[in-house]
């Protein structure tokens, strides 16, 4: 449409746009999705190693439901609503909004990619967490077994079991499975 709105005229076929920053979008979105695939794995690991062997898949199940609660219920309904107030232009049907025939082009791409970008930062940051009190476990859990394992090693603990000892003795006593 060309003019103000009170005097407009329509021409048949699309408008013209010129996206110059199509380039870096493109770049900056086979990122974002790189990014977001990367982390499946180690987060399944993450589980896999942090909880024992006979949950693990009650586990790996709780974290799938709740990465699907988190992403698959609100996610439509928000981005919905991020499209919903970028449109311009509504077709009426019986006193009520139909679909959208215009929307802003420029607001509707930088709000889904800003909050494509927030929610990309918060599972980050969150992920980082996990990973840093997941080593942070790890370095206890290693620390409190070199400590057993270097008691094991003392020179009273490798002693040879005398006859009255007999397996019960020395370093065989001080073994644990």
Not at 69 to 79: E, H, R, S
Not at 126 to 132: E, I, K, M, Q, T
Not at 152 to 158: F, N, R, T, Y
Not at 163 to 175: C, H, K, M, V, Y
């Given at each position: 449409?060309?003019?103000?709105?009170?005097n407009?005229?329509?021409?048949p076929?699309?408008?013209?746009?010129?996206?110059?920053?199509?380039?870096?979008f493109?770049?900056?979105?086979l990122?974002?999705?790189?990014?977001t695939?990367?982390?499946n794995?180690?987060a399944?690991?993450?589980?896999?190693?942090?909880?024992?062997?006979?949950?693990?898949?009650?586990?790996?199940?709780?974290?799938?439901?709740i990465v699907r609660?988190?992403?698959?219920?609100?996610?439509?309904?928000?981005?919905g609503?991020l499209?919903?107030?970028d449109?311009?232009?509504?077709?009426?049907e019986?006193?009520d909004?139909g679909?959208?025939?215009?929307?802003?082009?420029a607001?509707?791409?930088?709000?889904?990619?800003?909050?494509?970008?927030?929610?990309?930062?918060?599972?980050?940051v969150?992920?980082?967490?996990?990973?840093?009190y997941?080593l942070?476990?790890?370095?206890?859990?290693?620390?409190?077994?070199s400590?057993?394992d270097?008691e094991?090693?003392?020179?009273?603990?490798?002693q040879?079991p005398t006859?009255?000892?007999?397996?019960?003795?020395?370093?065989?006593?001080?073994?644990q499975?």
């Open positions: 449409m060309d003019g103000s709105r009170n407009a005229t329509a021409t076929g699309r408008c013209e746009i010129s996206c110059t920053l199509l380039p870096l493109v770049v900056l979105l990122c974002a999705m790189f990014f695939f990367m982390n794995v180690p399944v690991e993450v589980v896999l190693q942090s909880v024992p062997a006979g949950r693990r898949t009650v586990a790996t199940s709780v974290q799938l439901v609660l988190l992403g698959n219920i609100p996610g439509p309904v928000f981005y609503y499209l919903d107030r449109c311009q232009l509504w077709q009426l019986r006193c909004r679909n959208c025939w215009e929307y802003d082009s607001h509707m791409s930088y709000s889904l990619f800003g909050a494509s970008a927030v929610c990309k930062f918060i599972s980050m969150a992920f980082f967490l996990s990973w840093r997941f942070r476990d790890v370095r206890v859990s290693k620390s409190t077994s400590a057993a270097s094991m090693m003392s020179p009273s603990a490798l040879s006859e009255t000892d007999g397996l019960t003795g020395g370093a065989l006593a001080n073994f499975c």
